[in-house]
């Protein structure tokens, strides 16, 4: 009784960590490595949270009309303790340019390089 309870345990840990697992995406996957943009536009959001970090940025495509990108990048973790973010060092209404990988199937990318409208680089991951 007591083996068949640990190996029902045991199917159920497997089942749940290999899930997880799964469900942790690709960014090769998820991103063209081949099709790197740059991209300016103005500050809608920043959300500074675990597993990836996002910047949501209204965009002027070549028609005039505005697009709502998302800029995947790392762990806030390692933004805060490595590089001093914080969830106000970008408000709403700023203009920044993007550089990065463009998502396969939606209006973003992941990012390499940020810089405000005044120069001030905040990401370069190309000099790591």
């Known amino acids: 009784m007591i083996v068949k309870s640990f190996n029902v345990a045991f199917v159920g840990v497997l089942a749940a960590w290999s899930a997880s697992a799964t469900a942790h995406h690709s960014i090769?996957?998820?991103?063209d490595g081949n099709n790197v943009v740059d991209v300016t536009g103005t500050?809608?959001?920043?959300?500074?949270?675990n597993p990836h970090t996002y910047i949501l940025l209204d965009v002027e495509n070549e028609a005039g009309k505005l697009e709502r990108w998302t800029l995947n990048f790392g762990p806030a973790s390692k933004l805060v303790?490595?590089?001093g973010w914080h969830n106000e060092?970008?408000?709403p209404g700023e203009v920044v340019t993007a550089q990065g990988r463009r998502?396969?199937?939606?209006t973003g990318l992941y990012l390499h390089y940020l810089v405000r409208d005044d120069g001030e680089v905040l990401l370069d991951t190309l000099v790591e």
């Open 103 to 106: 998502a396969r199937e939606y």
């Open 81 to 83: 303790r490595g590089m």
């Open 89 to 91: 060092i970008l408000q």
């Open 43 to 49: 500050v809608v959001e920043l959300r500074l949270i």
């Open 28 to 31: 090769a996957g998820e991103f």
